[in-house]
């Protein structure tokens, strides 16, 4: 009250203890020491703190750059420790696994030089040209997952293994006989994707500090939209529409659908549990609570021995997946090289075998 000189004043005054709160706290007494009332004196020490916020603010950055060097060598030895250690728990599994990886890449980048010093491209099979580009994107999501897990994020790259799940279940379905036209509407679908991303583009790039598209840019994505709702009609504009001739008319085609359609559906639980690590759902936060003893923490960053060979195993599977069905459609349209039928040999064996390594450093780290 009045007249009393408290011993301070309540912490509550400024939320959380804190540096800046026991700095407003201390001013606080010293002005009702000084025979302020105690909320004028609250009052008082806010409003000096929030006029040279700013200052400090900058006092702070400044700071932070100027030790920021050595921050950042802590942060960086941290992380090699980490790598090092997921390094010596799985290095030679690490290795089978890029040497699988190198080995589909050399395979469709041989069939694709083939494929176009031939002549076979200039008779465009879409077919074929829409594997060439699946196949390609399936040994980069690959080569991410690698660099994920040699980093030890296996949730991200758990994110990554779901991508190439559906690449192996689009590329199944297209490299089946007479796909042609389904591999036509494949690649059309692509003008609904790219107006979709254009109208939200255009609906949010004022408040994004963005430069619009223009008049002429947005007429011609809209003219390729219309076209392709004219040529495949009306429903082609919801997703995955371009497998509908697969489906009795009007079904809602989801990843689920096209599984079932190339046997596929069996691997839908580790897709499912992938899916956590995508989106924003409640399972998922739960999952980045982890224990290391009697000690519980919530996961921030990078960290090592989080299902590491069952992912890196899954997107080797599916990999090699994508690369037979290349090779297999490829071949209807060209003559059978078997250099390519023994080249799916070798990655069939190569990732069986870092399946065995991945197994023996979870065994060796589990002691089963």
């Given at each position: 009250?009045?007249?009393?000189?408290?011993?301070?004043?309540?912490?509550?005054?400024?939320?959380?203890?804190?540096?800046?709160?026991?700095?407003?706290?201390?001013?606080?007494?010293?002005?009702?020491e000084s025979g302020l009332p105690e909320d004028e004196?609250?009052?008082?020490?806010?409003?000096a703190f929030f006029k040279v916020k700013s200052q400090i603010r900058n006092l702070i950055v400044r700071d932070l750059h100027m030790s920021k060097a050595a921050m950042l060598e802590e942060q960086e030895g941290w992380r090699r420790e980490l790598e090092s250690e997921v390094e010596r728990d799985y290095g030679t599994a690490f290795a089978n696994y890029a040497a699988a990886l190198r080995v589909s890449?050399?395979?469709?980048?041989?069939?694709?030089?083939?494929?176009?010093?031939?002549?076979?491209?200039?008779?465009?099979?879409?077919?074929?040209?829409?594997?060439?580009?699946l196949h390609g994107r399936a040994c980069t999501v690959a080569g991410e997952v690698l660099h994920l897990l040699r980093g030890g994020y296996a949730d991200g790259a758990n994110a990554r293994h779901r991508t190439l799940h559906e690449l192996a279940t689009v590329i199944d379905i297209l490299s089946g006989e007479g796909r042609e036209e389904l591999a036509a509407r494949y690649i059309?679908?692509?003008?609904?994707?790219?107006?979709?991303?254009?109208?939200?583009?255009?609906?949010?790039?004022?408040?994004?500090g963005y430069t619009p598209y223009g008049a002429d840019a947005?007429?011609?994505?809209?003219?390729?939209?219309?076209?392709?709702?004219?040529?495949?009609?009306?429903?082609?504009?919801?997703?995955?529409?371009?497998a509908a001739p697969l489906f009795p008319p009007g079904v809602?085609?989801?990843?689920?659908?096209?599984?079932?359609?190339?046997?596929?559906?069996?691997?839908?639980?580790?897709?499912s549990n992938a899916n956590h690590q995508v989106h924003a759902g409640p399972r998922a936060a739960l999952m980045n609570l982890h224990r290391r003893?009697?000690?519980?923490?919530?996961?921030?960053?990078a960290r090592s021995g989080e299902s590491v060979g069952e992912i890196a195993h899954g997107t080797l599977i599916h990999l090699l997946h994508c690369t037979a069905c290349l090779v297999t459609r490829v071949h209807e349209a060209t003559d059978t090289n078997l250099d390519d039928v023994m080249g799916i040999e070798v990655?069939?064996?190569?990732?069986?075998?870092?399946?065995?390594?991945?197994?023996?450093?979870?065994?060796?780290?589990?002691?089963t």
């Open positions: 009250m009045a007249g009393e000189r408290p011993d301070r004043v309540p912490a509550s005054s400024f939320g959380r203890k804190s540096v800046f709160g026991e700095i407003l706290e201390t001013a606080a007494i010293q002005a009702v004196a609250v009052e008082a020490a806010i409003n890449y050399e395979i469709g980048s041989g069939l694709h030089e083939e494929y176009v010093r031939t002549g076979a491209a200039d008779e465009y099979s879409p077919a074929c040209q829409v594997l060439f580009l059309a679908y692509a003008a609904v994707e790219r107006y979709k991303d254009m109208v939200e583009y255009q609906q949010n790039c004022e408040r994004l947005l007429l011609e994505a809209k003219q390729e939209y219309e076209a392709a709702l004219e040529k495949y009609g009306p429903k082609f504009r919801k997703r995955n529409q371009w809602d085609i989801s990843i689920a659908s096209l599984e079932q359609l190339v046997g596929l559906s069996h691997k839908r639980p580790f897709y003893g009697m000690v519980s923490y919530i996961g921030v960053g990655l069939r064996e190569l990732v069986a075998d870092a399946g065995k390594s991945f197994h023996r450093a979870s065994a060796r780290m589990t002691g």
